[in-house]
């Protein structure tokens, strides 16, 4: 369905982050075929680098800031960064911060990778790039209505940045607005920003499977058919640590945007193949937006 | 837990812990109002045993080997749920990881191994590949913490959806990330 990609592209650079590469491929090939769709032309980082998760700077802060320079260094400074994975997006986010705030690291930037603009690039997460967005334009171009299928909009915790990053216009509703011009049932429930455990997962797996299960159960008390979460950390904690017996599958931001705007059953199955809990029967009778 | 005799102490010293952690990352801890929003909000108060707000008032008391071994500084996952509300604006993330690196720096008994652990084998894959090999760091955390077997099914039904990749995305020029890690960690 490759005619229907918008005519005007507008370039972002892109920073993927291991598990775009990794345990989320759904997660970036929807992405990338949402991005057709919105008129988004991705261009990815050349060569970059892992930006520390969670460890580089529990462990050992400057190496978790200049592991995220790096990649600062990579991008150049005439176009925004679209960030897909929140934890690298507050790493990026908060380098750049660091950055800005002193002369002294500027210079030292400036200084080993010949780069005079890291800190003051724009830097964006790719829910916000929508959220930008006209919605009735993308009710406009909708090209499969939603409208059986009930949803729980699941943020995660990684979009709260610490105090001086206040959130921005329209972020913190985003999820809700987008399905709402695709016409779903959005459901009303309690854990929206709650953390899933994140790097618990695999160090200790209880306390992460009981952050889990409270989401879930939640969720499915509200009546939800499905998540849908801007994080692929929290997306693949929710599918693999749940261990209640009712569970609902954990959609992608980006799968369900590409989605309602013109995806076909073989592309969506391709991605729902990575899923743990089967998507495919919510999305077996979509009917045509009107 | 003698609190005001460590008070006094510290205060004798010159610079307080909550000035040295002041330095260190340019957050005072001493405007904490003790409200226990964070407490409320944190959703791994049980399992840290400490929020935020007992952390600081130790602080405060100048109690730095029960803060610097504590299991909350190593079970917080950073999620910034408590940050976002807290009133004072006390940017708490940042005083986390500070405690982290003194808690390590200082040799201090760290109480949560297997985090530690998965951590530097996170680090390990980095500084290796540029990027994070998820097969590998399992693998060898596993090894390294004693629970090979543990947690196994999970692992099968990551390979079998193909969510592990047995190669590693590698970063071309990964000699520049190796002297990122000279400048920095050393993998003790
Ligand atoms: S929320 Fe902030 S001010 Fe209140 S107790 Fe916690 S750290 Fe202190
Ligand atoms: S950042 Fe740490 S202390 Fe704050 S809410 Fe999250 S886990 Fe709890």
């Known amino acids: 369905m490759t005619d229907r990609a918008a005519s005007d592209m507008i370039d972002f650079s892109y920073f993927p982050g291991c598990s775009m590469a990794t345990t989320s491929k759904e997660c970036s090939l929807s992405l990338i075929q949402a991005c057709k769709y919105l008129g988004l032309n991705l261009i990815e980082l050349d060569d970059w680098n892992c930006c520390g998760s969670s460890s580089a700077h529990c462990l050992d802060i400057q190496l978790g800031f200049e592991l995220s320079v790096r ?53 964006i997460h790719f829910l916000s790039v929508v959220g930008q967005m006209d919605m009735e334009k993308l009710q406009e171009k909708a090209v499969w209505s939603l409208h059986k299928i009930k949803i729980a909009p699941y943020y995660g915790c990684m979009l709260a940045g610490p105090p001086p990053f206040k959130p921005q216009q329209g972020d913190s509703f985003c ?87 013109g995806a076909d059953e073989e592309q969506w199955n391709t991605w729902f193949r990575y899923h743990l809990v089967d998507p495919r029967p919510l999305f077996a009778k979509l009917e045509a937006a009107s | 837990m003698s609190g005001n005799i460590d008070i006094l102490h ?88 500070v405690l982290r690196q003194l808690a390590l720096e200082t040799n201090m008994p760290i109480p949560e191994e297997d985090i530690l652990n998965f951590h530097r084998e996170v680090l390990h894959s980095i500084e290796r590949y540029g990027r994070t090999h998820k097969l590998e760091i399992m693998l060898r955390y596993k090894i390294k913490s004693g629970h090979l077997l543990a947690d196994l099914d999970t692992g099968m039904i990551m390979l079998a959806k193909r969510k592990l990749d047995l190669r590693p995305s590698r970063v071309h020029a990964v000699n520049e990330i190796k002297r990122l890690f000279k400048k920095t960690w050393q993998e003790t």
Request: net charge positive; aromatic share 6%; glycine share 4%.
């Open chain 1, 71 to 123: 990649n600062l260094t990579l991008a150049p400074a005439n176009r925004p960064l679209v960030v897909m994975c929140p934890s690298c997006f507050r790493n990026l986010r908060q380098a750049k911060h660091h950055l800005a705030a002193s002369r002294k690291l500027q210079e030292s930037v400036a200084r080993r990778y010949d780069n005079l603009v890291a800190g003051k690039l724009d830097i």
């Open chain 1, 175 to 261: 999820i809700e607005r987008m399905l709402e011009a695709f016409g779903a049932r959005i459901v009303l429930w309690p854990n929206i920003r709650w953390c899933c455990g994140t790097f618990l997962t695999a160090s200790k797996p209880d306390v992460a499977r009981d952050a889990v299960n409270q989401i879930m159960e939640s969720a499915v008390a509200s009546g939800a058919d499905c998540l849908v979460t801007a994080c692929a950390m929290c997306q693949i904690n929710l599918e693999m640590r749940c261990t209640l017996e009712k569970k609902i599958p954990v959609l992608h931001f980006s799968e369900i945007l590409a989605i309602a705007m």
């Open chain 2, 10 to 97: 510290e205060q004798g010293r010159g610079k307080s812990f909550s000035d040295e952690i002041r330095i260190l990352c340019g957050v005072n801890i001493s405007t904490c109002l003790q409200c226990r929003t964070c407490a409320s909000v944190c959703p791994f108060y049980e399992a840290m045993g400490h929020a935020p707000h007992t952390l600081f008032r130790k602080i405060q008391y100048g109690l730095r080997q029960d803060v610097l071994t504590s299991s909350a500084i190593w079970i917080c996952v950073g999620c910034n749920t408590c940050a976002s509300q807290c009133p004072a604006g006390i940017d708490i993330v940042a005083v986390m990881d």
